[in-house]
């Protein structure tokens, strides 16, 4: 007959805590002793997955809520009944199929997730019809029907910054009103798909645009599970007052918030789930105050640039430190703002993992191939350039004795969707950029050593063919060096150097070369949660 291994296991644990119990204090693995209360308390090895910088092995200490507190036995008696409680834990987390971190508590709500994504679009619809009595949402059965034929499908003239941000942005809230109702990412990437299409056969009398619908579509999903799991990783945190959680709540429902509309619907709002884990994940963030030095007209940067004030923030999520990786278990954002003469945004960058798996275990270091999705948009007072892209990437560490780790990034693939700036093209109201497809590559090594010092360099190349726009071909060449310093527990001093080139080959006209070169200077604080 064959015997439950568990049955073993706890009576291991009784007869350890009543032999401990007669000839000395209980003692528990990796636990302390704080007054009357035992607290287990396990490190855990976690390699943030970065893909821009070095990924590091970094101590994580459990948060409180997670920790277990049994009151001191006083003599056999308690004994038995601390050991009983003890196993009965232990037990639960050995045997038990815990969920993931974005498991799903609720069942999947499809009346209502149907509303809200229908309401994402009768809300703009209604503003532009009855408020700003726009001509272009005065649609008729006529419009949808010739809407409907592939021929129809065209390039709109769209501000840059709606096409490349705005669109993707109101894509993220086709793709939560189903996420944050408990559907899964292939389900709510679906329906950010059906949300654009509906929008541009149905929602204007213009023609339906080929490249709203990829950004939207693309852009949305990024951006979408992006912000869900951010917001669900927040909410996870351990709190302890009915404030704490509130203001939790109110955060989390600025990064997503579809997800906050249906907490408050729910009755969740402010309240611990029973039955949900603390969050497997960990973000490590990075933000950056500091002064930039550039120069767009003269190539001379030292000379004759120009000073700026500029912010960044760099966030890291990692779901697991697996060699199995799926969509979202790692992304990467960094968003940086400045007071040039460009715009206040001057770059969104977001990396995501949507598989990937160990490769080349023959060899020295550690070594992992991962699919990823790409969104990019960049604006400085050079250039700009928007894009979405799938990369296969291959990621390495090396360890260089105890104190210093190499991790290298290869990695390219081709590119959706690329929009760059044309000084030849007056296309419509408002577009003065090509779009088409192309291909990048991605390179990078980051040297991190004695916990304190971490040098980087980075490279990522780019071609581009205008498929609407004048005739053209352009190429994107980015190269940057990094050198940090950690000066006091989490602050430290980052300083940057690079250059930005963009050439545009035109048929029909001269080429246009545009360069930014730049040196950065900023403190910085970093933080784990």
């Not at 959680?245 to 408050?264: D, F, Q, S, V």
């Not at 990075?286 to 930039?292: D, F, Q």
């Not at 590559?441 to 050593?449: E, P």
Request: with cysteine; aromatic share 12%.
């Amino acid at each position: 007959m064959k015997q439950s291994p568990t049955i073993y296991r706890s009576i291991l644990f009784l007869f350890l805590n009543l032999f401990i119990t007669i000839f000395g204090p209980p003692v528990f693995t990796n636990s302390t002793v704080r007054g009357s209360t035992y607290m287990s308390q396990p490190v855990v090895q976690c390699s943030i997955l970065n893909p821009l910088s070095a990924a590091g092995s970094i101590q994580v200490e459990p948060p409180t809520d997670s920790i277990i507190r049994f009151a001191a036995p006083q003599n056999l008696t308690d004994s038995i009944t601390v050991s009983m409680r003890q196993i009965k834990w232990i037990s639960d987390r050995v045997n038990a199929n815990l969920p993931d971190s974005i498991a799903n508590y609720q069942k999947k709500n499809f009346l209502r997730a149907g509303i809200e994504w229908f309401s994402i679009q009768a809300i703009p619809a209604s503003v532009n019809y009855f408020i700003r009595k726009d001509p272009v949402s005065h649609i008729s059965f006529k419009n949808f029907f010739s809407h409907l034929k592939f021929s129809a499908w065209t390039w709109d003239d769209n501000l840059f910054a709606t096409n490349q941000i705005a669109h993707p942005y109101h894509g993220q809230f086709y793709f939560n009103s189903f996420r944050s109702n408990n559907f899964s990412f292939l389900q709510s990437t679906l329906a950010t798909v059906a949300g654009s299409y509906i929008w541009e056969t149905a929602g204007e009398t213009e023609p339906p645009s080929i490249n709203d619908i990829v950004n939207t579509s693309f852009g949305g999903t990024i951006l979408g599970e992006m912000t869900h799991r951010l917001s669900q990783h927040l909410l996870a945190r351990p709190s302890v007052t009915k404030g704490q959680r509130n203001k939790k709540e109110i955060l989390a429902m600025l990064i997503n918030p579809m997800n906050g509309l249906n907490r408050l619907l729910d009755g969740r709002w402010g309240n611990t789930t029973k039955g949900a884990v603390v969050d497997s994940s960990l973000v490590h963030t990075e933000v950056e105050l500091g002064i930039r030095r550039f120069d767009a007209k003269e190539h001379d940067v030292l000379n004759r640039g120009k000073n700026d004030i500029y912010a960044r923030i760099k966030l890291i999520y990692n779901n697991d430190d697996v060699d199995k990786k799926k969509p979202f278990d790692d992304f990467f954002l960094n968003l940086e703002i400045g007071s040039d003469d460009s715009s206040i945004v001057n770059a969104v960058n977001v990396y995501a993992s949507l598989y990937g798996n160990r490769i080349l275990s023959n060899l020295t270091g550690r070594h992992r191939g991962i699919v990823s999705a790409h969104f990019d948009f960049l604006r400085n007072e050079a250039f700009y350039y928007g894009s979405q892209s799938i990369n296969y990437n291959i990621f390495s560490n090396y360890n260089i004795g105890t104190r210093t780790k190499l991790s290298t990034i290869l990695g390219g693939g081709p590119v959706v969707l690329a929009a760059v700036p044309d000084p030849y093209l007056h296309f419509g109201e408002s577009r003065t950029y090509d779009y088409g497809p192309g291909a990048d590559i991605r390179a990078s090594a980051t040297l991190s050593t004695l916990n304190r010092l971490k040098f980087g360099i980075d490279y990522r190349g780019g071609y581009f063919v205008t498929i609407s726009g004048n005739k053209s071909h352009h190429y994107l060449h980015t190269a940057s060096t990094s050198a940090s310093v950690r000066i006091w527990k989490n602050f430290g001093v980052n300083l940057y150097s690079g250059y930005f080139r963009l050439e545009g080959h035109y048929k029909d006209h001269q080429n246009v070369n545009k360069d930014y070169p730049f040196v950065r200077l900023a403190l910085a604080y970093n933080s784990e949660y």
